[in-house]
Structures are given as C-alpha cells and as structure tokens.
C-alpha cells in the first residue's frame, strides 16, 4: 500500500505560480512512476504530467498534457518520497482540483494507477 498527501493548493490570480507537493508513505516510493490528474467541476479527471522512475543514467521521464507543457513542471524527490508539481502562468482554465497518483509505469491514463491522493484545490482568478 502507498498512501499520498497533496497539498500546497490554494487561490491564485491568473499568470501566478504554486508549487504542489505530493508526500508519499507505505511501499517503496521510487519503485512507483507518479502522476499528477485534475479535474474542473462537472469535467471528467484529466492527466496532466507524469514522471519516470529513475532511468538508466539518473535519467528521469517525464511527460505533459498539450495545454500547460511549459507551463508546469513535474519532478521529485525519492530521499523526501515527495513528488512536486510546479505550475507557473496559471490560468483560469487551470482551475481544478489536483490529484497525485503512483503507478507502476509513467502513463496518461488514470486507470494505470494504483493509488491516488484525495487531492488539493487549485483555483484560478482572472
């Protein structure tokens, strides 16, 4: 079992920036790709970034959904079972409630995941 806390949500106005965190316990964390979801009211969840787990050279895969690639970037840290979400030039499209998710290979799809955090409010001003 793997049980995940995010947290770092909150108001913002547009073009802003917050860092969400995502701390893991249970099972071995860097054993797991992670990846983080979201979902706007009365909207289906959506992917938005997934990272590797480490590679061959320390090299980490990381993949994003078309609208915040370059926008948000998505990282961890195995020594803190943490991984991080930042989300820069937010806009308030963005608005959503944000979900971590850990799984046993990088992925898009939500049903590649075994466990997910309750999640973490993210809401966008104009």
Request: glycine share 12%; proline share 2%.
């Amino acid at each position: 079992q793997v049980q995940l806390v995010e947290s770092g949500g909150g108001l913002v106005q547009a073009g802003g920036s917050l860092r969400l965190s995502c701390a893991a316990s249970g099972r071995a964390f860097s054993n797991y790709a992670m990846g983080w979801f979201r979902q706007a009211p009365g909207k289906e969840r959506e992917f938005v970034a997934t990272i590797s787990v480490i590679g061959y050279n320390t090299y980490y895969r990381t993949y994003y959904r078309d609208s915040v690639r370059g926008r948000f970037t998505i990282s961890r840290d195995n020594a803190k079972n943490t991984v991080y979400l930042q989300i820069g030039s937010l806009k308030p499209e963005d608005t959503a409630v944000y979900y971590c998710a850990a799984g046993r290979i990088e992925s898009s799809i939500a049903d590649d995941y075994h466990y997910w955090g309750q999640g973490t409010q993210v809401t966008v001003s104009p």
